[in-house]
């Protein structure tokens, strides 16, 4: 965990990963000074979701043909290809913002190639017995670039404006594909190559059925992304409005509370993954039932106070129950397989959450938001029956 080898990965994805807000931040001020829409807004999220999810389906196909450094480097730099055209568009001050949200898709369409490849490089850099400990440290990381990069952001766009935000965008995307371009070579996938290409699409799908314990991780996965939406702003800034009755600067307390919870959690992992690791088994159904609990009394509390403090709860409970699950997925399969699981991985989250939140739009027109809280805590509940099965996997 100490190599060179992992700083390059945690330092080049601690670079992307605060690019990727930054680039975000601007985007949306970008859209929105176009178009003064709230809908075009919301076409931001919805063009990034599909766009990822594309991608995520198609990875096998790269995957099988592109060494994983090769492919990390090569979405980094094509990133940073389409925010000069970005900026060239600001330059120009064209005005028709589907050019930016074209750019935006191809943005993300690249990302989804980057993700599985950048996260099966863990187990592949450091030693099993210090899986747990990496990822919670990558996590601590992740989170605080996270949480800080989007009040950065901000401050950014008011003092440089778009077009400098996103020279400093670029900036990091160059400096990130210099530390990925530094790592080792993962040896090549043991699929075979010569499967038409309907068949290789599959291949993440088929590597989940034929690993032990994967199943019932992606049932934990595919409950925890179609409760998440609950989370998104739109819901959380209409439970501030309704339940709390407070104004919309306690949507970001509420959101600030639930990162430090996830930081937190974070960086006791890394400290003491070895507890963590000889006691998942225990630790996953806890972090089920607890977050379940919180998510219950969330949606029918009235109690700004409170609401910070069980925001904090789910936090922190919620990202020990995350490093788990990718800690026992990273040992489940080889590296050179792990990326076709992230992909399907990936294609399911992204899929569900993007569907789901247009099924919480649907049902407030119905539901009150601590009916649409609740049904998301019984969904978390229902994460127990796979994780039952889960258990003989966990403890070997």
């Known amino acids: 965990m100490h190599s060179n080898a992992f700083r390059n990965l945690w330092f080049g994805q601690a670079l992307a990963n605060m690019g990727d807000v930054f680039y975000i931040v601007g985007l949306i001020s970008i859209v929105y000074t176009l178009t003064g ?73 690249l990302d989804g190639w980057a993700l599985p490849a950048r996260n099966s490089y863990v187990p592949f850099l450091v ?27 901000g401050i950014l766009l008011a003092i440089l404006g778009d077009k400098n935000v996103f020279i400093v965008v670029i900036v990091l995307f160059l400096a990130s594909t210099f530390f990925m371009l530094k790592l080792p070579v993962i040896p090549t996938t043991t699929l075979e190559v010569r499967k038409v290409w309907w068949e290789q699409l599959g291949e993440g799908w088929s590597e989940v059925k034929g690993r032990k314990g994967l199943v019932p991780v992606f049932w934990i996965y595919g409950l925890e992304s179609i409760s998440g939406t609950v989370w998104i702003a739109a819901v959380l800034y209409l439970y501030v409005d309704i339940m709390l009755q407070r104004g919309e600067q306690w949507w970001g307390f509420i959101n600030a509370s639930f990162f430090v919870g996830l930081v937190l959690a974070s960086y006791a992992i890394f400290k003491l993954h070895g507890i963590f690791s000889k006691h998942r088994y225990k630790w996953l159904p806890f972090c089920m039932i607890v977050t379940s609990g919180v998510t219950v009394v969330f949606a029918w509390n009235k109690m700004a106070l409170v609401a910070l403090a069980l925001s904090f709860v789910f936090g922190l409970f919620d990202q020990i129950k995350n490093v788990v699950l990718q800690t026992f997925l ?62 003989k996997d966990l403890k070997s």
Not at 79 to 89: I, N
Not at 362 to 384: D, H, K, N, R, Y
């Open 37 to 109: 829409s709230a809908v075009y807004m919301t076409a931001v999220p919805l063009v990034i979701t599909f766009s990822r999810f594309i991608s995520s389906m198609a990875a096998p196909l790269l995957l099988n043909r592109t060494q994983m450094r090769s492919l990390i480097a090569y979405s980094q730099m094509g990133k940073t290809f389409f925010l000069c055209v970005f900026l060239l568009l600001m330059v120009l001050q064209m005005g028709n913002v589907w050019f930016y949200l074209a750019c935006a898709s191809i943005i993300s369409f």
């Open 127 to 153: 030693k099993r017995e210090e899986l747990m400990g990496a990822n919670g440290f990558l996590s601590t990381v992740d989170q605080t670039i996270q949480f800080s990069s989007w009040a950065l952001g």
């Open 330 to 391: 990273q040992e489940s399969a080889p590296p050179e397989e792990l990326g076709k699981i992230y992909a399907a991985q990936g294609a399911l989250t992204t899929l569900l959450f993007g569907l789901s939140s247009v099924g919480v739009g649907l049902l407030l027109e119905v539901l009150s938001i601590s009916m649409i809280f609740t049904l998301s805590a019984l969904l978390l509940l229902g994460t127990l029956i796979p994780v039952w099965f889960l258990q």
